[in-house]
């Protein structure tokens, strides 16, 4: 793990989706799935003390998505490039 | 506190999009807990933070197992 590049991650992400989108996704995209853990860990103190956190949504949500990121990371990382670069462009189109 | 199987479905196709791009997490999530499911906001983005914690850690590692 290039730890100056998960650091750059953190602070700009967004340029990455389009780097994605241009062509190089392989060595990057592992990067900003671990990158804000920490960043989401310490949301997610902050939402189980002061939010509105109802169980029956979070471990719906839990429920799907855990089994889903592991089909979608195994594919990804496995996968040729060229059928997961359409993947990547249809979810920065869709967020952004 | 019922657990809504359609959630779940929703929440698996978000997971497998995020697992394979690394990007949309709360941008895809969020969004399709208000709109589609009409979860009160604020329930919504706490409730997407807490399950962000659980997959995102995942997928993760299991990117760093294939890193050559």
Do not use: E
Not at chain 1, 12 to 23: H, K
Not at chain 2, 32 to 53: C, E, H
């Amino acid at each position: 793990m290039n730890l100056r590049l998960v650091r750059w991650l953190v602070l700009g992400s967004v340029p990455l989706a389009f780097l994605g989108a241009a062509g190089l996704p392989r060595c990057l995209s592992a990067q900003p799935d671990g990158a804000p853990v920490p960043l989401a860990g310490a949301a997610a103190l902050g939402a189980l003390a002061f939010g509105h956190v109802q169980f029956g949504v979070t471990a719906s949500l839990a429920i799907g998505s855990v089994p889903g990121v592991f089909v979608g990371s195994l594919l990804s990382s496995t996968a040729p490039d060229r059928y997961v670069r359409p993947v990547i462009t249809f979810v920065v189109a869709a967020s952004g | 506190m019922t657990i809504d199987p359609y959630i779940i479905l929703g929440a698996a196709i978000v997971g497998f999009l995020v697992g394979m791009t690394g990007a949309g997490g709360g941008a895809l999530m969020t969004p399709m807990l208000i709109l589609l499911f009409g979860i009160k906001p604020s329930t919504a983005i706490s409730s997407d933070l807490v399950a962000a914690v659980l997959m995102r850690p995942l997928g993760a590692g299991v990117h760093l197992r294939q890193a050559p």
